[in-house]
Nanobody
């Protein structure tokens, strides 16, 4: 079992930045573990934001967020980060950290179905 705890959310003005953190605890990470972020705005489905492989060498981003969001990880701390810059009101959502314990399956890194564990979420509100 893996526990994921997000932090770093809050209220920010449009154009500002936030850095989200997700600390993992529980069983030891497989060296093939993927970690990622999804978000869910009120009345909308949960959508993919970004993901990163265990090595950190491969990252995935939602096309609409490339250039503004950056995912990174520190395996020694079992923590993944999401740096969010130039925030817009449409980035307002609950952001969820997620983890997959093995290599990617057939759905791909951007699919909810690939991930085994989820955090409780952290609220990000961008005021215009």
């Amino acid at each position: 079992q893996v526990q994921l705890v997000e932090s770093g959310g809050g209220l920010v003005q449009a154009g500002g930045s936030l850095r989200l953190s997700c600390a993992a605890s529980g069983r030891t990470f497989s060296r093939y573990a993927m970690m990622g972020w999804f978000r869910q705005a009120p009345g909308k489905e949960r959508e993919f934001v970004a993901a990163i492989t265990w090595s950190g060498l491969t990252t995935y981003y939602a096309d609409s967020l490339k250039g503004r969001f950056t995912i990174s990880r520190d395996n020694a701390r079992a923590t993944v980060y999401l740096q969010m810059n130039s925030l817009k009101s449409e980035d307002t959502a609950v952001y969820y950290c997620t983890s997959r314990s093995g290599p990617l399956g057939s759905y791909g890194a951007t699919s909810l179905r690939e991930y085994d564990y989820w955090g409780q979420g952290t609220q990000v509100t961008v005021s215009s």
